[in-house]
């Protein structure tokens, strides 16, 4: 058995791994492997990609960022979240707020540190990166689809710094970056309807929170109508594998959203529809893995 203090420790621990959403992390840290690996550099032996210390150092700072991002967010939306999400709220309130602008230094100064080893454009990337996330969650999240498209900008961001990095300027790679970055903005907005109480309790002008549910539903059909097209254009007319089953079946799952998006009318609802987007981004990332089922194995030597 635990003593008070070890116990204390560990939710503490655990309130930090909360806060920094530790598991949104290693799905980025793999995405970027798998990106990598399939996408951006799909002639170079494997061992030479998982081996290579620039790509490990980007992938490393991006970590670090982003978590430092999901603290700075989370000490803004603090108040927030109180209404939104009492039970996730108080397991992060565990961890004082003193420390945690503590840890945002931390982990921002280490990401950027270690990114001036690639290069100094990189460090100068990751510092604009990490001033954006700031500013974003400190007053551009507040305003209607502004904060939204920002939002979505600095969700693929990481993406981008591995994709410069390769200099690969394939068509194929613009065509899946829109097909995330729509859906990324699709599900912001849904968060946005589906978190309206604490907006409104905070004065945050989302689209909710303007102009109401419906227009935000119109504005979310739209988008998701338009990812259809990067869906399909993958589908028809690049090779991708076996990856083309997985832009087929999120399509058919899309259009369900569509249908139950226009039925939805509560923050159950909202929250439902929040997973099925979020299922289809991280299903995505191992659907990267049927581009070639036989590559890793192929290229291992």
Same mark, same amino acid.
């Given at each position: 058995?635990?003593? =008070? ?20 992390? +290693? ?31 980007? &992938?490393?700072?991006?970590?670090? &960022? ?18 939104? *999400? ?9 961890? =004082?707020? =003193? ?13 950027? +540190? ?6 100094? *454009? ?15 969650? @400190?007053?551009? !999240? ?33 065509? @899946? ?13 849904? *968060? ?16 909710? &929170? ?6 935000? !539903? ?15 254009? +993958?589908?028809?007319?690049?090779? &991708? ?25 509560? !923050?159950? @609802? ?26 890793? +194995?192929?290229?291992?030597?």
């Amino acid at each position: 058995m635990l003593n =008070r203090r070890n116990r204390l420790i560990l939710l503490k621990t655990i309130s930090l791994i909360s806060i920094v959403r530790g598991y949104n992390i +290693l799905v980025i840290i793999l995405a970027q492997y798998l990106a990598a690996i399939y996408i951006l550099s799909p002639n170079l032996p494997l061992r030479e990609v998982i081996l290579d210390s620039n790509l490990f150092v980007i &992938v490393l700072s991006s970590a670090l &960022v982003i978590a430092g991002g999901y603290i700075i967010n989370s000490f803004y939306d603090s108040e927030k979240d109180l209404i939104n *999400k009492p039970q996730k709220s108080m397991l992060d309130r565990l961890v =004082r707020q =003193r420390t945690k602008i503590y840890a945002y230094f931390v982990l921002n100064f280490i990401g950027v +540190l270690l990114a001036s080893y690639v290069s100094f *454009k990189a460090a100068l990337f990751f510092a604009s990166y990490v001033f954006g996330i700031w500013l974003y969650s @400190h007053r551009l !999240k507040k305003i209607a689809f502004l904060g939204n498209f920002v939002s979505a900008t600095l969700a693929i961001a990481p993406f981008f710094a591995v994709f410069v990095y390769y200099r690969n300027f394939e068509l194929v790679i613009f065509v @899946h970056a829109l097909f995330l970055f729509l859906l990324i903005l699709s599900r912001e907005m849904v *968060k946005d309807m589906e978190n309206i109480a604490g907006d409104l309790a905070q004065n945050y002008r989302t689209l909710p &929170v303007r102009y109401g549910n419906r227009f935000t !539903k119109w504005c979310i059909t739209a988008l998701i109508l338009l990812a259809l097209i990067p869906a399909f254009l +993958l589908i028809r007319y690049f090779d &991708v594998g076996y990856m083309y089953l997985y832009f087929i079946a999120c399509s058919l799952l899309l259009l369900l959203f569509l249908f139950l998006l226009w039925r939805s009318s509560t !923050k159950e @609802h909202y929250v439902w529809l929040h997973n099925i987007i979020k299922f289809i981004i991280v299903s995505g990332v191992f659907g990267i893995l049927l581009i070639d089922v036989d590559l890793v +194995l192929n290229r291992i030597l």
